[in-house]
């Protein structure tokens, strides 16, 4: 099925003269949850108990690496990488003890997609599903 999306008339309220413009949105889907990936992973013949040790204990390594500042890559799969985004000071002292940390505006985790990941998001398909709608941002 691959990705699913609608043509949408956007309001552009950020700006002043609030132009009208198209683009293409995303239909979402409910994630997948832990327990029906449990559940996938568990049909190649280990038991769901051994499946959830073996995903929690990959997971509790991932996040352990990650808060010692570690990248961590799974293969062909790709890669995790903690990092943040800063504001901009006008010197050096704006950059001093405790100050330093208040310009920190988000941490967050980047994901940089391995060889199997890439090939899949070429060939993912996509799809129209149906009429345009209209979204204001």
């Known amino acids: 099925m691959g990705l699913m999306y609608r043509k949408a008339k956007v309001k552009l309220t950020y700006r002043e003269e ?6 293409l949105r995303q239909l979402t889907y409910p994630a997948v949850t832990y327990d029906q990936l449990l559940g996938m992973i568990q ?3 280990v038991n769901r108990a051994q499946t959830k040790a073996v995903v929690d204990a990959l997971l509790q390594s991932l996040v352990h690496y990650m808060e010692l500042g570690h990248g961590v890559s799974l293969g062909t799969f ?3 990488k903690p990092t943040f985004n800063s504001k901009t000071v006008k010197t050096l002292d ?3 003890g405790d100050e330093a940390l208040k310009t920190v505006k988000v941490k967050k985790i980047q994901f940089f997609p391995g060889g199997d990941f890439k090939d899949m998001l070429k060939a993912l398909s996509m799809s129209s599903a149906g009429e345009a709608v209209d979204v204001k941002e």
Do not use: A, D, T, W
């Open 18 to 23: 609030k132009p009208e413009v198209y683009k």
């Open 43 to 45: 049909i190649v013949g």
């Open 78 to 80: 790709g890669s995790f």
């Open 94 to 96: 704006g950059l001093e």
